[in-house]
């Protein structure tokens, strides 16, 4: 059974760091892709970033590029979140994702977690 746990989300002021942490099992974690996604209440939930096996291809959205890293080990299945410079527009709830990999690891995610809330205050 794939289980995705989050942990690392608080409340901080913006300009401050964070770092998100999803432990994974129940699956062959190096075959599949990892990603962050976030959603606020009324809106979609989008992609923040994802990450393929091995770490080679690395995907950010345009609201995160430069302020937030992904990274993955696949010897722990864990995969981690970086945010610096946060701003009160990345408060949601960030939810950890994964799903195997066949060509890429943008869309069609179907396995996730509970999520985790970050609260950026101005």
């Known amino acids: 059974e794939v289980r995705l746990v989050e942990s690392g989300g608080g409340s901080v002021q913006a300009g401050r760091s964070l770092t998100l942490s999803c432990a994974a099992s129940?699956?062959?974690?190096?075959?599949?892709?990892m990603g962050w996604f976030r959603q606020t209440p009324g809106k979609e939930r989008e992609v923040v970033a994802t990450?393929?096996?091995?770490?080679?291809?690395?995907y950010y959205s345009d609201s995160v590029r430069g302020r937030f890293s992904i990274s993955r080990d696949d010897g722990s299945y864990s995969v981690d979140l970086q945010m610096n410079n946060l701003k009160p527009e990345d408060s949601a709830k960030y939810y950890c994702?994964?799903?195997?990999?066949?060509?890429?690891?943008?869309?069609?995610?179907?396995?996730w977690g509970q999520g985790t809330q970050v609260t950026v205050s101005a």
């Open positions: 990450i393929t096996p091995g770490g080679g291809i690395l």
């Open positions: 994702a994964t799903k195997y990999y066949r060509d890429e690891c943008r869309v069609d995610f179907n396995y």
């Open positions: 129940g699956y062959p974690f190096r075959n599949f892709c």
